[in-house]
């Protein structure tokens, strides 16, 4: 276990398992491209830290602790979750399988450069960001309190996005597909670039507001549901 201080872990190499708790400090943990497939458990306390993994990340455990935090994948992350406390935190992941990242209170922003699937995000209060640059299929989102941005450019498949709390904003740029929006404690703002099919909106008592784009005749078949708001 590191102290209080700013420690340093660089790992060549295959890496299976084990333990690396690094405690406070601004501390640096840097995976190469050779720790292919890397498994462990990475526990960092309070102080402004950050994890680099230049390959995957697979059945691991990543805690950060209190301040803004930053961790890059440039690989796939499967079967992983990342947890983080307060702060304004960074995430920067491609591809996603089966991970589940809670980020605590902060404005966090969670980048993912390729698909997610079967994938659990929670950003917690503030003004958060995510973004899925391609596909998100079976996913669960929740934005919680905050003025939160959701922005999905792939195809949504049979994922679900809850807003929270806020004046919440969501892009859905391809046609989604049986996918839940559901925002019912602040006002929403929808944009369903290429319609959609099989969609459910539900919708609070505040001055929501949906914007569809080359609907087609997918949307016969989605369900909207607003409240008493204006």
Same mark, same amino acid.
């Given at each position: 276990? +590191? #102290? @209080? ?8 190499? %295959? ?29 960092? $306390? ?36 990342? =947890? ?7 995430? $920067? ?9 809670? %980020? ?21 209060? #503030? ?15 929740? #934005?919680?309190? #905050? ?8 195809? %949504?498949? @049979? &994922? ?6 806020? =004046? ?7 046609? %989604? &597909? ?7 404690? +602040? ?12 969609? =459910? ?30």
């Amino acid at each position: 276990a +590191g #102290g @209080s201080g700013n420690d340093s872990i660089v790992i060549s190499g %295959a890496l299976t398992g084990g333990e690396y708790d690094l405690s406070d400090g601004n501390d640096t943990v840097a995976l190469d491209d050779a720790a292919k497939d890397a498994k462990g458990t990475f526990k960092l $306390g309070s102080g402004k830290d950050i994890i680099t993994v230049a390959g995957t990340l697979s059945t691991s455990t990543v805690y950060l602790g209190s301040d803004a935090d930053t961790i890059t994948v440039a690989g796939k992350t499967t079967s992983t979750t990342i =947890e983080t406390a307060s702060g304004n935190n960074v995430f $920067g992941l491609q591809q996603a399988d089966s991970i589940s990242l809670l %980020a605590g209170t902060g404005n966090d922003s969670v980048d993912l450069s390729a698909s997610s699937n079967d994938s659990q995000y929670t950003l917690g209060d #503030g003004k958060d960001t995510l973004v899925v640059d391609t596909t998100s299929t079976k996913d669960l989102i929740q #934005g919680q309190s #905050g003025d939160d941005q959701i922005t999905i450019t792939g195809v %949504a498949a @049979s &994922s679900t996005v809850y807003g929270g709390a806020g =004046e919440d904003k969501f892009t859905l740029t391809a046609a %989604a &597909s049986k996918t839940v929006v559901s925002d019912t404690q +602040g006002k929403s703002d929808l944009t369903l670039s290429a319609g959609g099919e099989d969609l =459910e909106v539900t919708f609070g008592d505040d001055a929501d507001k949906v914007t569809v784009g080359n609907a087609g005749t997918g949307l016969t078949t989605s369900s909207f549901v607003f409240g008493a708001g204006n």
